[in-house]
Nanobody, 112 residues
Framework: VQLQASGGGLVQAGGSLRLSCAAS????????MGWYRQAPGKQRELVAL???????NYEDSVKGRFTISRDNAKRTVYLQMLSLKPEDTAVYYC???????WGQGTQVTVSS
């Protein structure tokens, strides 16, 4: 199983980024997909999940700013992040299962 995350980077507060995670080795269309993040010195936390049917769930602090979506034909899950804040700075991990399989993480840094 491979979950290849990309799209992280350095952005100023108020900016936007879109993360992508391409999956292989799993039946993508039937898996719940999600994004977690881990900031320095903190535990990994859920950011957003999307079910096989497209239902979504978000951590409270990102509601209204982040949007998770999936393209089953491309076997890819996305996280569109708008109005980024310095507190969004973390390594973002793609997960399938969820939490059964993990990607390598992509760094998101938001400067104030």
């Amino acid at each position: 199983v491979q979950l290849q995350a990309s799209g992280g980077g350095l952005v100023q507060a108020g900016g936007s980024l879109r993360l992508s995670c391409a999956a292989s080795g799993i039946i993508f269309s039937t898996n719940v997909m999600g994004w977690y993040r881990q900031a320095p010195g903190k535990q990994r936390e859920l950011v957003a999940l999307v079910t096989s049917r497209g239902s979504t769930n978000y951590e409270d602090s990102v509601k209204g700013r982040f949007t998770i979506s999936r393209d089953n034909a491309k076997r890819t899950v996305y996280l569109q992040m708008l109005s980024l804040k310095p507190e969004d700075t973390a390594v973002y991990y793609c997960t399938a299962g969820p939490m059964r399989y993990w990607g390598q993480g992509t760094q998101v840094t938001v400067s104030s």
